[in-house]
């Protein structure tokens, strides 16, 4: 190629990476101000002393941090949270899976049922939550005047009363909230592989165990992941379903870390140790992310 012919393809090169820059400068700008400016703040906070009302004050270090390191809670709502966030992830993803494959196949009703199964994804979850502590009450909850009524039960059961009972049902409704946004992600990948595929499959002998395993399963693995992450840090975050029906209660015995962190901020007062605790699962969450989109990024067969 002539020289000239290359200078002028490096020039529209570099107007074209100027161009580009100058299309995501807003955004950078807006991400820095929403994202940035926050994390920034709660970096000083957590390094700082900070009164109840907001007031920051001395620099102290990393004394935020020893003292949360010596809060006796907070082991058990740390193994607390993994068991929440890995229950509701895997539930969801062992309903919403299925659900996705059978939705994508050809039958009677497929519309309806789809809107059946996409329709909870409207419903705010504080919504959802709100109902579930109406049903779950000890005497006029529907759950208990249903059992009660059809003998399963001699009296009314206190659910929201005991940690395992309340626990469990919240990761139960976590498991039904995040569904449908799985099964919708689920469904767009699967609508993205070729029918033809299948039908040379199906020529080749392969059984429908064979195609879900050599070949639906390995193709959809990038949008698995996508449900992964995405559920693991909406998970981990999650607040109004425990909030709403325990309050973290019995005892602190349903709190996750989410739960624990608005405590210590706004019932406790002692808001640098909760601008610590935040900065530690803010760390936390993005280690594993960065984690989970470098194994998406690998090869299947690697």
Do not use: C
């Not at 200078?7 to 100027?18: D, E, F, G, P």
Request: glycine fraction near 8%.
């Amino acid at each position: 190629m002539p020289a000239a012919d290359i200078k002028s393809t490096q020039s529209r090169l570099t107007q074209n990476r100027n161009l580009l820059l100058l299309l995501l400068a807003p955004s950078a700008m807006a991400t820095g101000l929403i994202a940035l400016v926050p994390v920034l703040l709660l970096v000083r906070m957590s390094l700082s002393e900070v009164s109840r009302f907001g007031r920051i004050g001395a620099y102290v270090g990393w004394e935020n941090f020893a003292r949360l390191a010596a809060d006796p809670l907070l082991p058990a709502i740390l193994l607390r949270t993994g068991i929440w966030t890995g229950s509701v992830v895997a539930g969801t993803v062992l309903i919403a899976l299925p659900t996705a494959l059978i939705l994508n196949q050809r039958f009677l009703g497929r519309g309806l049922a789809q809107f059946l199964v996409l329709a909870p994804w409207a419903i705010s979850v504080a919504s959802m939550a709100v109902v579930w502590r109406h049903a779950l009450t000890d005497e006029g909850g529907l759950l208990n005047r249903l059992a009660v009524a059809a003998g399963l039960l001699d009296r009314p059961i206190p659910w929201l009363g005991s940690v395992p009972a309340a626990f469990g049902f919240e990761i139960l409704i976590a498991i039904l909230v995040s569904v449908p946004f799985s099964t919708v992600i689920l469904l767009a990948g699967l609508s993205s592989i070729p029918d033809d595929l299948y039908d040379a499959a199906r020529l080749d002998g392969a059984r429908a165990v064979d195609r879900l395993k050599f070949l639906t399963l390995p193709l959809l693995r990038p949008f698995i992941w996508i449900v992964l992450i995405f559920n693991i840090a909406y998970v981990t975050n999650s607040f109004p379903i425990i909030w709403i029906l325990t309050q973290g209660g019995p005892a602190n015995g349903t709190d996750i870390l989410v739960t624990y962190l608005y405590k210590l901020a706004f019932t406790f007062g002692r808001l640098d140790e909760a601008a610590a605790l935040s900065i530690l699962l803010l760390g936390g969450l993005a280690a594993l992310t960065i984690l989970m989109l470098r194994a998406l990024e690998r090869p299947a067969h690697a």
